[in-house]
């Protein structure tokens, strides 16, 4: 348990996306309240087959979500019928209900969390192949060495799926935290290293001024001590 809330509070640090699998039904309203404010996508409905395989489809499926919701604001939806407007909402409302956890996931997740490896065997399957590290809720049902992350606990009680999911989702947010407080620090050290070029760059323009103007002097003063010279 240590070792996979501690791997994945570092993808999270990292600002990497680690995607939830809990489309059960003890699972899948736990799963959406712990993690619905991380800002980290979740599948609790029906997983859609090539989810991560064929994940460019899925993000076309997505997009057309915005599509929709451009319509209504461009004035499209002012030249249509009743009766397409409604074929249409029934669409979005689908799309949202299926992929609407997942719009801001624009790539490929770093690592998957899984409740219940047996009835999300397809997801497993998917990620293993392409390499993306599996952490899963593992009951005595199933073999825990289908994924890299096995954390053995009874996935149809809701007190167990609760207490692990929390766990982990509270990982994760130290891990954001944490990077919050990076990219500050990066930021300041940025602005102070900037700020300190500034005055290098105008002492130096200074200095140079001053040489200059000294040099300035002493060839009017080297001038001015010349004597003319006399014609024979």
Do not use: C
């Amino acid at each position: 348990m240590n070792e996979a809330a501690e791997a994945l509070k570092q993808i999270a640090k990292s600002g990497k996306k680690i995607l939830f699998v809990a489309t059960k039904k003890q699972a899948k309203d736990i799963v959406t309240d712990k993690v619905k404010n991380l800002g980290m996508p979740y599948v609790t409905e029906r997983w859609p087959g090539g989810m991560l395989t064929n994940f460019a489809t899925i993000r076309k499926a997505v997009k057309k979500m915005s599509t929709i919701d451009k319509m209504s604001t461009d004035g499209t939806y002012n030249n249509i019928s009743k009766k397409e407007k409604l074929q249409i909402s029934r669409v979005r409302a689908k799309l949202e209900t299926n992929f609407g956890s997942i719009a801001d996931l624009t790539r490929l997740p770093a690592a998957l969390f899984i409740v219940d490896i047996s009835k999300e065997h397809i997801a497993v399957a998917e990620a293993k192949r392409l390499n993306i590290p599996t952490f899963a809720i593992v009951d005595t049902n199933s073999d825990p060495n289908v994924v890299d992350y096995a954390i053995p606990a009874n996935d149809d009680a809701s007190t167990s799926i609760s207490l692990i999911t929390g766990i982990i989702a509270k990982a994760i947010e130290e891990g954001l935290a944490e990077r919050k407080i990076d990219k500050e620090a990066a930021a300041e050290e940025k602005e102070g290293v900037k700020a300190s070029a500034d005055e290098t760059e105008k002492s130096a323009a200074f200095k140079s001024s001053d040489e200059d103007g000294g040099v300035a002097t002493a060839k009017k003063t080297a001038v001015a001590g010349k004597k003319p010279r006399m014609k024979k």
